[in-house]
């Protein structure tokens, strides 16, 4: 059986094809394309290269968010869609617990920085036993201050993933009290890879949904709804 992952939270999309002991293909673009021109084309690929018929696909795990709206609402959209045709479930994995799985094994607390602009990051905080994803601060959108308050309490070395690296790194450095390190910028963004390692986890757990009860996860509304309710407020 073979599990289709899929990432397309932020400005990375990054489709794999996983298998129960291997990554067979994994394919990630990082340049100036929108996800509805890439994501299609990207997964007709990694498809064809593996010789991977739609009958051999058991399930899709997908960043279900936090991350870029329009960017999960076109993932959903994929998503759903393949899964209704191939009548497979759904496996929602969070967007920073798929990050953190990029450094899966390390001995150190990981941290995802997702860039969720107004001075705001998506994030949580993880560890690993062995290969077990352990949460320590659930996934929410912070301002770096406090984020920073919570790492600091937990006392542990850690380690910052995620394209908010660079916005924060000068605070990070004026106020991180404990050791702290930077991914290599190999596994400092979004994996396919990553989002399908967690999601075989979670569908041998049976959580999973139906393509038509997939919704992703926001965190906070849109600009369009927060510019909505400011008009109404001002009325």
Known sequence: MRILAIDSSAQVASVAILSDGAVLAEYSVDYKKTHSQTLLPMIDEVLRMTETAKEDIGAIAVAAGPGSFTGLRIGAATVKGL??????????????????????????????????????????????????????????????????????????????VGDAIEVFRAKIGQSVTVPY???????????????????????????????????????????????????LEGK
């Open 83 to 160: 899964a209704m045709v191939w009548n497979v479930p759904v496996v929602p994995v969070s967007t920073v617990a798929g990050l953190a799985c990029n450094l899966a094994g390390t001995d150190a607390l990981v941290c995802p920085l997702m860039d969720a602009r107004r001075g705001q990051v998506y994030t949580g905080v993880y560890g690993f036993e062995d290969t077990t994803l352990v949460e320590y601060v659930p996934d929410a959108c912070l301002t770096i201050e406090p984020l920073i308050a919570k790492v600091n309490e937990l006392g542990r070395k850690v380690t910052f």
């Open 181 to 231: 390190s930077f991914a290599p910028i190999h596994l400092a963004k979004q994996s396919a890879a990553s989002v399908g390692w967690l999601g075989l986890q979670l569908l041998a757990e049976g959580r999973t949904v139906r393509a038509e009860e997939f919704v992703p996860t926001y965190l906070r509304v849109s600009q369009a709804e927060r510019e909505r309710e400011e008009r």
